[in-house]
């Protein structure tokens, strides 16, 4: 299993009600994290708008299938999963509302995402020396536009931006919905900077064990307030 994957299914391990057996994720991707759930007895049904990631959680045995949220129609789950997707999801209100809706009574709704518009100079200017470490270890692929602008440090945060704000919901805003559809909601912040270098080792290096460094760094910066969390964590339940 990827670290990626480990990562988030760490999170949604904790997270999901006592008991649960019929789970939902929307933004399933190629399927690693339903597949690894799949092995501790949970029934999922996966989404995805993507033809060539369906067809490939398919190949790992997951019950995929093509659909776009909030079209779906699935039936009562125990937990609905949004895996890095809801911040793509238009409208924001009715892609919550109808996950409420799709949830048994007890039920939780579980997100991974990221609050993009938090990301400051400071933090920033650090994962540009953590490019340029890994470069300079020859653990980078040559050729990522995104990470070679960054390195350049010229108008790092106004580039980031540019490279967030198109369609994407902020993470404030995520949260606000999910309160006021849910009411109570628990929010964490996490690590999640590592993710944009999952698909940048070189492929004769130890890319878990890269990426487990770095998410172990970011996590204890965090901690410290050294650095702004870039990951967000967010888990609601149905009460009625």
């Not at 996966?46 to 299938?65: E, H, M, Q, S, T």
């Not at 938090?118 to 040559?142: C, M, P, R, S, Y």
């Amino acid at each position: 299993m990827k670290f990626e994957t480990q990562f988030t299914r760490d999170f949604i391990k904790r997270s999901l009600p006592a008991g649960a057996r019929r789970v939902l994720e929307i933004g399933c991707g190629s399927g690693e994290l339903a597949a690894s759930l799949l092995q501790d007895g949970v029934s999922l049904i996966a989404i995805d708008n993507d033809a060539d990631f369906i067809a490939a959680a398919r190949g790992l045995g997951v019950d995929a299938r093509i659909a776009a949220w909030p079209d779906f129609e699935g039936g009562l789950f125990d937990a609905v999963l949004f895996t890095r997707s809801l911040h793509h999801m238009h409208p924001l209100d009715k892609a919550v509302q109808r996950a409420a809706d799709t949830l048994v009574i007890g039920g939780r709704l579980i997100v991974e995402d990221f609050a993009y518009e938090t990301a400051d100079e400071k933090t920033l200017q650090w994962f540009a020396n953590v490019i340029d470490q890994l470069d300079g270890a020859d653990l980078l692929v040559k050729g990522d536009d995104f990470l070679s602008t960054l390195r350049s440090r010229n108008e790092t945060l106004k580039i980031w931006r540019e490279n967030h704000e198109s369609g994407l919901h902020t993470a404030a805003n995520v949260f606000a919905e999910i309160r006021r559809v849910f009411g109570e909601t628990r929010c964490e912040e996490a690590a999640y900077y590592f993710r944009y270098l999952s698909r940048a080792i070189v492929p004769n290096a130890d890319r878990d064990k890269v990426l487990q460094d770095l998410a172990k760094q970011e996590t204890e910066l965090i901690a410290r307030g050294t650095i702004l969390a870039l990951g967000r964590r967010f888990v609601a339940e149905r009460w009625k």
